[in-house]
């Protein structure tokens, strides 16, 4: 682990990512030593840390921090993260400040090889997501939510659980984006109140423009979702996954999906 640099591991407890959750961050894989999908990250990453005027560190330091992390492990799953720094009480930000950077590596999950070819169970999640349209599609530092949303099930055969948002809106999952496909269209939920609109999900909108399908990201409910030909999941640690299962909705075959997994599988694209 590094922070601001250096190898370590622990941060100042004045720290605002500590104290307020009051920063951002991503996660990603690292292939053969270097950061997959890298300038799509740094412009996520980028994006979000100015929502909050948060200075964000240049993508030189980080790249160069991340293949010395590459160096302990060369494929893993990296994280950054950028906190607005040390500061004293209150909920105020000061005028300026000087950002926290932590990044770190650890070996990737080894999931079921059938999860991405014959897709995945899903559990539909009691907890419903509040609408913040200033927060909305940024991966900032509060994941309460999410951390309350994965305590509900204990299933290990179900790796992930889907997540609506106060007005029964469809939104995502607690570590994925998600898509449906509905005759030619593929649908992913409107995220302008809500949720992380992550990297692989931009990769799959690019995909279908680049292949001439229709792409439209929109608000539905549970019931129209479970109607769908097929749905999946994406996330830049797992790729894409295939839904198998979820409250009544059951498929077997996938081929939409698999045509746009072995698409990302190409971190070119």
């Not at 000087?98 to 014959?118: G, K, N, V």
């Not at 649908?187 to 809500?194: E, G, K, M």
């Amino acid at each position: 682990m590094l922070i601001n640099g250096a190898p370590g591991n622990t941060i100042n407890a004045e720290d605002r990512g500590l104290a307020y959750g009051d920063g951002v961050f991503r996660t990603l894989r690292m292939q053969a030593g270097r950061p997959v999908c890298w300038e799509r990250q740094y412009a996520k990453l980028q994006r979000d840390c100015g929502s909050l005027n948060i200075p964000c560190p240049s993508a030189l330091v980080l790249s160069s921090e991340l293949q010395q992390l590459g160096k302990t492990l060369a494929d893993g799953v990296a994280k950054i993260i950028v906190t607005r720094g040390v500061s004293s009480r209150g909920y105020s930000p000061a005028a300026q400040s000087e950002a926290t950077r932590i990044l770190s590596i650890a070996p990737a999950t080894a999931y079921p090889a059938d999860y991405a070819r014959a897709g995945v169970r899903m559990h539909a999640c009691k907890i419903r997501l509040g609408h913040q349209l200033l927060l909305a599609g940024i991966k900032h530092l509060n994941r309460l939510e999410n951390v309350l949303a994965a305590s509900e099930w204990q299933d290990r055969d179900v790796p992930e659980g889907l997540l609506c948002d106060v007005s029964g809106y469809v939104i995502s999952g607690t570590r994925s984006n998600l898509f449906m496909l509905r005759g030619n269209i593929l649908y992913t939920p409107n995220l302008s109140r809500c949720g992380v609109a992550g990297v692989q999900r931009e990769r799959v909108m690019d995909w279908a423009k680049q292949h001439g399908v229709t792409c439209k990201a929109a608000d539905f409910h549970l019931e129209e979702l479970v109607q769908a030909d097929e749905i999946f999941l994406v996330n830049s640690v797992f790729g894409l996954w295939p839904v198998r299962e979820l409250a009544g909705y059951r498929r077997t075959q996938h081929p939409m999906a698999w045509k746009i997994q072995e698409w990302l599988n190409d971190e070119r694209h």
